[in-house]
C-alpha cells in the first residue's frame, strides 16, 4: 500500500525553466511533509518542509505547495540549473500533537533532469 | 557542515552471516534512524533510537534487526543471520529534536548477500 506516491519516475527540463515535481498521498493523518534530494552514491538530503497548517513554503528558488483537500503536494524550482539534477524524494509524516517523533513514509522519487 | 558517517560503504556477505552496520550520528542529535532502499524501491523506514531505546520499528525490523549505540557516538543495526533479500542500501539519519525538520542522512552502506 502506497501511502505515498510519486507517479512521475521521471522529468526532463531545459535549464532556467521551472520544474514542478508532484506527489500525492492518501494519509489523511499527514501532518508534516519533506522533500529530499539524492544523488548517486549519497544518502537523501534535506531540501524544504512543509507543515499541514501551511499551503506554501518558499525557500529560495525552491518552493513547495500542499493542497490538503486533494492530498497532493507539488515542488517547483525555478530556475531550474543543471546541479539540480538528481532524483527527488517526497515523503510524509504523522507528528502528532505535541509534535511526537514519526517515521517517515517516503515516495519512490522522480528523477529531475536539467538539460544546459 | 556536520555529517552523519557510515562505515563500511560496500559490505559483501555469505548468506546467514551476520553483519553490522556502523554509523555515527552529528554529536549533537539525539534522534537515529536506519532506513534502507532496495534497489529501484523506495526509501523504507527501519526503526528509530531515542534515549538508548527503540522508539518506533517497522514490520521489517523483525528479529533478526538489532540497534545498538555502544558508546556516545556510535549507532549500529545488527542483522544475526542475512538473507538475500536483506541487500540493501542502508542509510543511516539522525536529527537533534523531535521536529522531523528535516533528518540528516548518512551516504549509506551498500549490503549485498550472496
Known amino acids: 500500500d502506497q501511502q505515498v506516491k510519486q507517479n512521475s519516475p521521471s522529468l526532463s527540463v531545459q535549464e532556467g525553466r521551472i520544474s514542478i515535481l508532484n506527489c500525492d498521498y492518501t494519509?489523511?493523518?499527514?501532518?508534516?511533509f519533506l522533500w529530499y534530494k539524492k544523488y548517486p552514491a549519497e544518502g537523501p538530503t534535506f531540501l524544504i518542509s512543509?507543515?499541514?497548517?501551511?499551503d506554501k513554503n518558499e525557500d529560495g528558488r525552491f518552493t513547495v505547495f500542499l493542497n490538503k483537500s486533494a492530498k497532493h503536494l507539488s515542488l517547483h524550482i525555478v530556475p531550474s540549473q543543471p546541479g539540480d539534477s538528481a532524483v527527488y524524494f517526497c515523503a510524509a509524516s504523522e507528528r502528532g500533537y505535541g509534535g511526537s517523533q514519526g517515521n517517515l513514509i517516503f515516495g519512490k522519487g522522480t528523477k529531475l533532469s536539467v538539460k544546459p | 557542515e556536520p555529517e552523519v558517517t557510515q562505515t563500511p560503504s560496500h559490505q559483501v556477505t555469505q548468506m546467514g552471516q551476520e553483519v553490522i552496520l556502523r554509523c555515527v550520528p552529528i554529536s549533537n542529535h539525539l534522534y537515529f534512524y536506519w532506513y534502507r532502499q532496495i534497489l529501484g524501491q523506495k526509501v523504507e523506514f527501519l526503526v528509530s533510537f531515542y534515549n538508548n531505546e527503540i522508539s518506533e520499528k517497522s514490520e521489517i525490523f523483525d528479529d533478526q534487526f538489532s540497534v545498538e549505540r555502544p558508546d556516545g557516538s556510535n549507532f549500529t543495526l545488527k542483522i544475526r543471520s542475512t538473507k538475500l533479500e536483506d541487500s540493501a542500501m542502508y542509510f543511516c539519519?539522525?536529527?537533534?529534536?523531535?521536529?522531523?525538520?528535516?533528518?540528516?542522512f548518512g551516504s549509506g552502506t551498500r549490503l549485498t548477500v550472496v
Open positions: 512543509i507543515s499541514s497548517i501551511k
Open positions: 494519509n489523511s493523518m499527514f501532518d508534516y
Open positions: 539519519a539522525s536529527t537533534r529534536t523531535a521536529s522531523n525538520y528535516g533528518y540528516t
